[in-house]
C-alpha cells in the first residue's frame, strides 16, 4: 500500500521552511493514559534524521501547535489545496466530469458504482446535518457538520488491499453505543493505539491518523464546562474535526483525508458553504410554521442527555403536519425567521458545475440534504447557462418530508418533488433577494424512475412542465423492503443519458 506522504521535497504539504519534517506521527509512548492526567496537550516537534518518517528509529512526532511549524503547514496546506485538488480533478479517467448534489447516506450505494463509469465526480454535500456523532462534535466544539462528507469519502475509499481495507475499517467504525462509559474506554483504547482496530494499519498510517485524533481530543479537554459524550462516536468524524481544527479549513481536512483514505484521483468531495461557524438549516412550512434544526425537520428524535442522538437516517417518522414551503439558513442563535443568514456557495462548486459533462441529482431527502446546496445564490444561475444533461434521481419511497403534498392530499407525486427542486434553485420563496424564473427544464433534462418505486409517476403533469424523458430504471429491494434503483443498472442508465465523448488531440 502506498504510505501517507511525509512533509519533505515530494510531499503535497511541503513548505520551504519545514523539509524533511515529519507531519505523519504521533506515537510517543503513553503511559495509562486517562482523562486529565497523563494526557499531553502537545506531541512534541521531531526532527528525522533521514528521508521520511519510516526512517527514523526513534516514534516521531511532531508539536502541531509549535508557532513556526504551525503556520508553515496551515498556511501552505490552505493556499495549495485548491490547486492540488484542482490538479487531482485533471486527472484520473478520461470520463465524463459528473456533479453530483446529494446527501451522505443515499446516495453512498451509488456512489462507488460510479467508478463504472467515470472517477471524475464532484459530489456536493450540505454541512448542516445535527444528528448523530456529528450533533456532539458541533455543540462542544461548533463548526460545521461533517458527517455527511466523512460517510461519502468513506464510501469513495480505496479498498484494494489488506490495508486500505483496514484505514477504511478504523475511520469507519463507532464507539460502543452502551454507554457513555464504555464509549470513552474504548475511544481511549483507539487514541492510545491499544484497539484492535490498529490491526493492518502501518506503523506511517497510524502515526499520522493518531496525531490528528490526539489533537482533537485536546481540544475536547480544553472544553471542561461541556462534557464530551462519546457513545455512537464515529472515529472518522473524530479524526475529520480534529484535521479541521488544526487546519482551520474543512477543505484542507477533506484533502488530507482524500489521501490518508485514498480517494482516486478526479474524485472531489465538497461541502456546498466554505465556513468554520456553525450551519443550521429552517424549514418554512405551508401553514406559517418555522422546524428549526435539520434533525427535526428529517427524523426527530426524542433527545437523552447530552450526547450523539441516533437517528433514522431514512427520515420515516410521523409525517409532517404541512408541506414544506422553503428551505434556508438560520445563525446559530437565531430560533426564529429574522435570524436568517444567506451563506455564499463554495467557489468551487460553481467552478464544477461551469466544466461539469453532467449534473445529477442524487436520491436522499428532498429538502434536507439535496435542497440546502440548490437554495444557496448563485447555483441555479450557473446550473441553468449549461447545455448539458441534467439529471434528477428519484427516491424509491416516500419520507417524512414528501409526506405532505401542497398540490393535493396525500404525500408528494414525481411532479411534486421537481417542482419543490425547482424552486430551490430558482430561490422562489426567499425573503431577500431577486428568485429567478427559470423554468423545470432549465435545471432538469431527464428523470430517473426505479421501477415499481412508491412515488406515483404523473407522467402528464412532468411532460406539462417540460420534463419528457422519464426512464425507469431496473430496481431491488433493502433490507426493510424499500424500494432502490439497482446501482449498475442506474449507472448504466446515466451512461446512457450523458452520452460522453472524450475529447482527443489529433
Known sequence: MKLPQCVDSNSPWAHPGIRKTCTCALSAPFDSIRPRERWPSRPTR????????????????????????????????????????????????????????????????????????????????????????????????????????????????????????????LLAHRLSGESAERAKAEWYEVVEGDHSLWDGVSEPYKHTIRAFLVYFHTQIQRHSTERFNFRNGSVGNFFFAGARLFFRSLEAAIFLFSRVARIPEGSLVLPAICTEERITLGAEMANGTVIRGQNEISHPSAPESPGPIRVEKHGRGPPLAAPVRRIFYLSAEGTMREHEVFPPPNPRLLAQVDCADAIVYGMGSLYTSIC???????????????????????????????????????????????????????????????????????????????????????????????????????????????????????????????????????
Not at 68 to 93: D, I, P, Y
Not at 133 to 150: F, H, K, N, Q, W
Request: include cysteine; hydrophobic fraction near 40%.
Open 372 to 506: 440546502p446546496s440548490l437554495v444557496l445564490k448563485g447555483v441555479g444561475e450557473k446550473i441553468a447557462e449549461r447545455q448539458i444533461p441534467k439529471i434528477f434521481l428519484l427516491n424509491g419511497s416516500h419520507d417524512r418530508e414528501t409526506s405532505a403534498s401542497k398540490s393535493t392530499a396525500g404525500p408528494m407525486t414525481a411532479c411534486d418533488v421537481v417542482l419543490a427542486l425547482c424552486d430551490a434553485l430558482n430561490r422562489r420563496h426567499a425573503k431577500a433577494g431577486q428568485p429567478l424564473d427559470n423554468p423545470p427544464d432549465a435545471y432538469i433534462t431527464a428523470l430517473l424512475v426505479p421501477k415499481g418505486g412508491a412515488i406515483a409517476i404523473d407522467t402528464a403533469s412532468l411532460e406539462a412542465i417540460g420534463i419528457r424523458e422519464i426512464v425507469e430504471v431496473p430496481s431491488m429491494l433493502d433490507k426493510s423492503g424499500n424500494c432502490l434503483f439497482e446501482p449498475l443498472e442506474l449507472v448504466k442508465a446515466i451512461e446512457r443519458l450523458v452520452q460522453y465523448q472524450p475529447f482527443t488531440v489529433s
Open 46 to 169: 521531531h526532527r528525522t534524521t533521514q528521508t521520511g518518517c519510516c526512517a527514523s528509529q526513534e516514534p516521531p512526532t511532531f508539536d502541531m501547535e509549535n508557532g513556526a511549524f504551525a503556520h508553515a503547514m496551515r498556511s501552505s496546506t490552505q493556499s495549495e489545496v485548491a490547486a492540488l485538488a484542482h490538479q487531482a480533478s485533471l486527472k484520473g479517467s478520461e470520463g465524463p466530469a459528473l456533479v453530483v448534489f446529494s446527501g451522505g447516506t443515499a446516495f453512498n450505494s451509488v456512489a462507488g458504482h460510479l467508478r463504472q463509469l467515470t472517477t471524475r465526480v464532484t459530489h456536493i454535500l450540505p454541512v448542516s446535518d445535527d444528528g448523530g456523532s456529528t450533533a456532539e462534535i458541533v455543540r462542544v466544539l461548533g463548526g460545521p457538520a461533517v458527517g455527511d462528507i466523512r460517510s461519502r469519502c468513506l464510501r469513495l475509499a480505496d479498498d484494494a488491499d489488506a490495508e486500505a481495507r483496514a484505514v477504511r475499517k
